[in-house]
């Protein structure tokens, strides 16, 4: 199942779940006299500004107002939300239970309290079981549980800070999974909250879970051979071989400690795995350097094999942008990949995809420390069937 992290359409869904509130007694049961502390109408529709007509508001100044307004309404919606004493969901369909939901909802996910709401909201999840479809109602369903049962992370609600501009995505699927949500699946993350949200492949089972997926070759119906904005953006997609963009690895691993997990699968459908406790992607402008220390696992660790080939500490190199230190051309150029090449390498793991054994020079997914890579006897090569590599942050 495809599972997506709420959008909510920020602020649109945000002034929806106001009117839901405050004007639609049949959903939200609410004090008698139909008004919160704070007054729910002032949140509904926004102040009115008097100004000098001779003063032109610049798109710039609109913006800054509407941002520095925004914690206050959030702040009135939050007290609003603490003086409802129960939910009552209407006799239909299940849309109106659904609005409600979203109502809800909003006032959770734009930073206040995640449990201010946990009884009610658990309550709502429990009727919108008998009346939810089997697409995007049941991820909904699925944030929400894991919301509604994960423990309180301190006993003083906190005030919503965040504008509905904002993105309200997880960083990484460590964050998802700290949530509660440990299905497999293809979730919606946001490293870096001033770059657009993606899709991302999240392992929630291995090892503990919590895993962000960035690499994944099983076919080769996706070129790897790839210039470097490709590779810094990212190509193909969750479903498919993918590369998530040096862009994002970088935001992934931009703070704290990361940890890098390799599993590499051979055509015999044997398994094995090279991990690093320490990983880092540097930015664009030191050339997105690979830091993969503290080996262990069964894989061998081809990253730090000689000093010729050292992968640990060097630059990305594409065929388009030539990094590397081989002095006579271009590593990247002449195996066919981007990679964190050195002079030029004992590993490559976005190399050309071949079934089984090939011949030529060492273009295939390569890891030289496990296999036994070449048949000296025929001069085949041997090329990996699958490899992923994914990241999330070390525990402790």
Same mark, same amino acid.
């Given at each position: 199942m495809c599972v997506r992290v709420v959008p909510l359409l920020l602020l649109g869904a945000y002034m929806l779940c106001v009117r839901v509130l405050c004007q639609r007694d049949i959903l939200v049961a609410g004090p008698s006299?139909?008004?919160?502390?704070?007054?729910?109408?002032?949140?509904?529709s926004p102040p009115k500004i008097h100004q000098d007509s001779r003063v032109k508001k610049t798109p710039e100044s609109r913006k800054n107002t509407q941002v520095s307004d925004t914690p206050?309404?959030?702040i009135q %919606? $939050?007290?609003?939300? %603490? $003086?409802?004493?129960s939910v009552v969901v209407s006799q239909g369909d299940g849309s109106d239970s659904l609005v409600a939901f979203l109502a809800?909802?909003?006032?959770?996910?734009?930073e206040c309290d995640l449990h201010c709401h946990s009884q009610r909201l658990r309550e709502m999840a429990t009727r919108l079981e008998s009346v939810v479809g089997k697409n995007g109602e049941k991820d909904l369903l699925l944030l929400l549980k894991s919301i509604t049962h994960s423990k309180p992370t301190g006993l003083k609600p906190r005030t919503p800070t965040v504008p509905p501009s904002a993105g309200l995505y997880p960083q990484d699927c460590h964050e998802i999974y700290q949530l509660g949500i440990k299905e497999n699946g293809i979730y919606t993350i946001q490293p870096d909250p001033k770059r657009p949200a993606l899709e991302a492949v999240c392992d929630m089972v291995s090892a503990g879970g919590g895993w962000t997926v960035f690499q994944r070759r099983f076919d080769g119906q996706t070129d790897f051979n790839r210039t470097w904005q490709e590779y810094r953006d990212g190509f193909g997609?969750?479903?498919t071989e993918h590369w998530l963009g040096n862009a994002v690895l970088y935001a992934l691993t931009a703070n704290g400690h990361h940890t890098l997990c390799i599993t590499l699968q051979d055509w015999h459908e044997q398994t094995r795995h090279a991990n690093y406790n320490n990983f880092k992607v540097a930015g664009e402008n030191q050339r997105f350097r690979l830091t993969a220390r503290d080996y262990h696992g069964d894989a061998g660790n081809a990253f730090s094999y000689s000093k010729q080939y050292n992968h640990d500490g060097r630059a990305f190199s594409t065929y388009d942008r030539d990094h590397d230190r081989y002095a006579a051309g271009n590593c990247a150029r002449y195996y066919g990949a981007g990679w964190w090449f050195d002079?030029?390498?004992a590993a490559n793991l976005n190399g050309r995809y071949y079934h089984r054994r090939y011949t030529g020079i060492t273009d295939g997914i390569y890891w030289g420390t496990w296999y036994i890579l070449t048949d000296y006897r025929t001069g085949e090569r041997y090329s990996f069937k699958s490899v992923e590599m994914k990241t999330r942050p070390r525990r402790s």
């Open positions: 006299n139909g008004r919160c502390e704070g007054s729910c109408s002032a949140t509904a206050e309404r959030l %919606l $939050q007290r609003c939300m %603490l $003086q409802h004493e809800l909802m909003a006032a959770v996910l734009t997609s969750p479903q002079s030029c390498l």
